[in-house]
Nanobody
C-alpha cells in the first residue's frame, strides 16, 4: 500500500500563495492523484486531480487560482494555491487512485491551510 505525506500548509493572508506537496512512498506514475480538503464542520471535498499523463481537473471554486502538477520521477504531487481566500481554509489531503477509481492509500493527517488576516 502506498503511503502519502502532505506538507506545505500554513497561515497566509488573503491574496497570498502556498505550495502544497504530497510525497509518496512508492511509484505513483500510473495513478490518478487527487487533492482534497475538509473545512471544519464540512465534508471532505475534491479540489483537483491529475492523471499519470498530466490531464488535470480543478473544482469550480479553485479554477483559475490553483494548479495541480506532478513529478513522477520524485513521486511527488503539488498543489500551487494563489489568490487564497478565507474560504480556502481547511485541512488538505492527497490520495492516489487507480483509473477505475479505487483509492490506494489511507487518509493521512493532511496539512492545515489557514487564510486569515
Amino acid at each position: 500500500q502506498v503511503q502519502l505525506v502532505e506538507s506545505g500548509g500554513g497561515l497566509v493572508q488573503p491574496g497570498g500563495s502556498l505550495r502544497l506537496s504530497c510525497a509518496a512512498s512508492g511509484s505513483i506514475g500510473s495513478y490518478v492523484m487527487g487533492w482534497y480538503r475538509q473545512a471544519p464542520g464540512k465534508e471532505r471535498e475534491l479540489v483537483a486531480t491529475i492523471t499519470g499523463v498530466g490531464s488535470t481537473y480543478l473544482g469550480n471554486s479553485v479554477k483559475g487560482r490553483f494548479t495541480i502538477s506532478r513529478n513522477n520521477a520524485e513521486n511527488t504531487v503539488y498543489l500551487q494555491m494563489n489568490s487564497l481566500k478565507p474560504e480556502d481554509t481547511a485541512v488538505y489531503y492527497c490520495n492516489a487512485f487507480t483509473v477505475a477509481g479505487s483509492r490506494l492509500a489511507s487518509w493521512g493527517q493532511g496539512t492545515q491551510v489557514t487564510v486569515s488576516s
